[in-house]
């Protein structure tokens, strides 16, 4: 007689974790339950110990995953504890106790992950994003994504590299490095401003505030060196279509209907704006949906790519007399 794990899936624990805070939630603040001093203690065991033993035995056993990769599920339980009890003070040293142990959990995940994601073998290219969404699965690549940012933003202005044969750039004609710039000097005068204010009232907030201003600058810095870095390329196979941080859609030649300059900027679904601080130069009309990978994993069928490239007729030249392919889809 075989038996089966059970496996639950991650939506259905999504659901059903959702069920259980909603139920811890009620229990927490039920009046009636406001004087028992055992409450408090049967809230957090059920977010922090119950909640993560079910994701390790219904997700992670089956999938053949590590159990540690709980610690995401046992973080979020803390956070959420921390929450609905903080107006009990008998369970104040356990949800601080509880709130470390989520720390330390996290950052051996992130280490654990990190090191996994420096081992993995994705495409044998220079592209660093290109080698993070080819990851495996989606917690790789949101991790790899973020890996990115600090890639290209703190190691991008030391990269310098010739431009290749087939490699086309969009960022000396285009706004892009004029619009991030602008974005720069608005989010530093207005950080600076608001972390003072926030000091007075509260400091804790301020260095939030402060930490995520200085994110946003490192992405910005990022962007900017992502689209230098990452030019639209022509391969003999592939119009490989990069758009700074943002985009990568790897669009096989034979699937190109036609390429044709830009009158109007195309709107409507199928439709990839891959041009950054500018209006579209070309439109590239495909005989067949493709997918085009964006930020954190995201993930689209498009029709029709509309870009700006520098040199736009270089680039229709390298794609070459391709109006004699199949027709376009509409």
Known sequence: MTTTRPRLGARGFALLAAAVMAVEWAIAHAPALQHVRLVPFAVLLDLVVVL???FALAVLRPAGRPVLDASWVFALGALVAGVLL???PEVHAPLAMVGAMSEVLIVVGIVRRVRALAKHEGPKSDDFLLRMQALPDVLSRAVGA???????GLLGPRIRRATRAGEFAYTETSGFGGVLLMLGVVAVSEGIAVHFVLMEYAPRAAWVHLAVNVYGLLWLVAAYQAARLRPVVVTEDTLLVRASLLWTAEVPRAAIASVTDVVEAPRGRGVLKAALGTTPV???TLSAPIEARGLMGLRRQVTRIALHVDDPAGLRAALGAIDRIAPAID
């Open 52 to 54: 993560p033993l079910v």
């Open 86 to 88: 903080a107006s009990r």
């Open 146 to 152: 973020e890996l990115a940012v600090f890639h290209y």
């Open 282 to 284: 070309l439109l590239v």
